[in-house]
């Protein structure tokens, strides 16, 4: 309780001080700041007057307005993921109507983010990024690991891929769609992690926040990847457009289909769309055959109303369905997984002089897996069916004031998960019996939490400084007789809090600097806590949770450095995180394992400590001319300082070279793309962990415009039909053999997009 007034009282005491400083003239001032690469309205940003000493924010059309008694004004303009900009205005500039003032995204802004445009704009007025919109991948997790400096853990073909940014992964990273929690899967081996219920139909980018920075996320750890859609767009002429996809891919059989229809402009917005894919088995270098068939198919319907030029609600609904998912590195497959995900968004952005945005949220996520197309069914069949309910909201307030602004929020998840494993036995001493296990015992796991922000004005400095709280309860509302013998209490109750500071500051007109420090906290997934006796690790070890973990604290900081002219860009990142009471998992001689084959169990636990560190370098031109290039690489080392080894599943060392030449005025743009991995020696011996080989891999692929909203792309992956695999992929189950990534694969997709009628 004693923490809880505190919090309370430090948002007290800096709304005083921000509403002390107010102070208001005379005069209208009025403009409007916008995307300079997109002509987008940027609703947020905050515009400070440094004469009258003077802050605003812009409303959902990009416009500001105060009042001063002035002729000439200095603005400072900033806006999290754009760089700050000061102009200098006359009182007739201001005045004039078609006044406007152009942001560049930046990736230095105020926590160390990365920015992966799709630009999947389906405006039929606007042509996408060739270079930017081949993608046949069904899985934002696939789609997330063929993206520089983002590795993932695969299981199968190309569904239920779950990323990994610096060595964190799993429940250490936090996944949304614009800005709210995304479903969370049932399964307990991640068969269907967050990502895989993410439509990338419609999503225009992908912002990655890296570290325990982006608190009003929620108590981000290791990250949060942030998946935004295609905004409703009210101030253009009201249409009604179409647009659709079709794509293949000859090694793994790829077919995606996907297309919709939306209405644009005016007072409301409507968009229904929808994509079906499936895959087959595919073939590796050497022309093995891996498993890998799946089908999938998935639609959305949103809707916005903007009832003044402040108000806006958006409604939207969503629903997954994945059928027949082959996992080889796993006991089982997926046979059914059904997510039904519905979102509620209420926006004033002019509430006090203020922006308040509320959002409440559910999902369903129904999984079934079963082994009945394994060899091993002819001695047992076994067949799991789970289910998962998450709920919760999230509510902001971004408040401006003279010496800066604050934002308040409050969020909530209230998830439950249940369901069985039965297991039929049709050979050995225990033919005809049947054993019905609790996989998640009824499982509850709820969050309550407030954050309070602070970004002063200060020249020539970009600072934001964050705080929040969380309560967090768990529960087995259902356990398992024998789980609650052995385990003990199963309920729980923590008060974490995390805090964050950083800024970036223009040393040059050419260099920026930035330097962040943070501290968040994670509470235990449902897996962690209460898993009972299952196959779910790296490893052949049965694993069963603790419901007594204590939380995951990490203590990171990031430094950047980063230099931008006309013609190149290069930014370089160096971080540490100190983690203690890192969750792993030890063998536990005195439980037995309830499978056959299963060498032991082990359980989660806390170790004393843990280090993730590394670096990450980006150099690329700013397209200026035909030619562009872009090299990034990474590198990650994470360490068990309690037992003196490596961390599992670290990635490897890779670089990433893209080389494109725009041709005939960017109707045709072809691009070569190489990706060198270096051998992984770092590896974990206590979880099996098996050292990997480095390769290098040559991608081509041509992109083309038709005609007017019509594109044609092409080419070639693994060009020199490489035999590789990559260090995060599961083994092959019941060996040590690998899972092997797929050889050579070409693929095709046009795209089409156009206005069917004017209104």
Known sequence: ????????????????????????????ISGKILDQSNNKPLAGAHIHWSEGDLTTITNANGAFNFTADANEFTLRITYVGYKSKTVQLTASDIAEESTTIYL?????????????????????????????????????????????????????????VDPVLRGFK??????????????????????????????????????????????????????????????????????????????YE????????????????????????????????????SGNSVNAGMSNAEYTVETS???NDANSIKAKLSQNFARDVQYPALMMDMRDDDITNATLTYTNTDLGNGRFESSVFGSYVAHVMDNLDRQMSNMVEAVTDLSTETYGYDISYVLPGTSGSLTFGTDATLRQMEGFRTRDFNMGPMAGQTITDNVWQGGKRNRFGGVVEYQPNITEWNVVLSSRFDYYYSNANDPDAYFAQTL???????????????????????????????????????????????????????????????????????????????????????????????ISATVRPSLNPKQMGAPGVKQFKNINEAALYGFELTFKNNGRNKLGYNLSTAYTI?????????????????????????????????????????????????????????????????????????????????????????????????????????????????KWNGVLSSL
């Open 305 to 307: 109303v903007k009832l």
């Open 250 to 285: 000859s090694n793994i059989d790829r077919q995606r289909y996907a297309g919709g229809i939306k209405k644009e402009g005016g007072r409301w917005t409507t968009n229904i769309y929808g994509a079906f894919a499936s895959t087959e088995n595919y073939k590796d270098g």
């Open 488 to 582: 003990g209490q199963l309920d729980q109750e923590h008060l974490g809090w995390s805090a964050s500071a950083g800024f970036t500051k223009d040393l040059h007109p050419n260099w920026t600097t930035g330097f962040w420090i943070g501290r968040s906290e994670r509470y235990p997934g449902m897996d962690e806590l209460f898993v009972n006796y299952l196959a779910i690790g790296m490893d052949p070890y049965e694993y069963v949770g603790n419901p007594q973990l204590n939380s995951e604290t990490n203590h990171q900081v990031d430094a950047m450095l980063n230099y931008t002219n006309e013609v190149i860009s290069i930014e370089g990142s160096l971080f540490y995180s100190y983690v203690t009471d890192y």
């Open 170 to 247: 799993k429940n250490q990273l936090m996944v949304e769609m614009d800005g709210v929690l995304q479903s969370q899967g049932a399964c307990p081996n991640r068969m269907d992690p967050p990502t895989s219920h993410v439509q990338m139909e419609h999503i225009e980018e992908v912002e990655i926040l890296k570290g325990p920075y982006a608190l009003k996320h929620g108590p981000s750890f290791g990250g949060v990847i942030n998946f935004k859609s295609q905004q409703p767009d009210y101030y253009r002429d009201p249409v009604i457009s179409s647009y659709f996809t079709v794509g």
């Open 104 to 160: 560049r995204r930046s990736m230095e802004a105020m926590s160390p983010v990365t920015v992966l445009a799709r630009k999947s704009s389906h405006q039929p007025d606007q042509f996408m990024d060739a270079i930017s919109t081949v993608n046949l991948s069904h899985d934002a997790g696939q789609f997330l690991k063929d993206s520089p400096n983002i590795s993932g853990i695969r299981k199968g073909g190309g569904f239920g």
């Open 638 to 750: 994470g360490r068990n300082i309690t037992a003196d080894e490596d961390l599992p599943q670290i990635p490897a060392y890779e670089a990433n070279f893209k080389l494109d030449y725009s041709f005939l005025n960017g109707k045709l743009i072809p691009q070569l793309h190489l990706r060198g991995v270096a051998e992984q020696t770092r590896v974990a011996e206590s979880f099996d962990e098996q050292p990997t080989d480095g390769y290098l891999l040559t991608h081509f692929k041509a992109s083309s415009q038709l005609g007017r909203g019509i594109q044609l792309s092409a080419g070639v992956n693994n060009l020199f039909d490489v035999t590789y695999h990559e260090h995060l992929n599961r083994s092959l189950q019941g060996s040590t053999m690998p899972l092997n990534d797929p050889g050579r694969s070409f693929f095709i997709e046009l």
């Open 1 to 28: 309780m004693r923490l809880l007034k505190l919090f309370f009282l430090t948002i007290g005491l800096l709304l005083l001080f921000a509403l002390s400083n107010a102070a208001w003239a005379q005069q209208t």
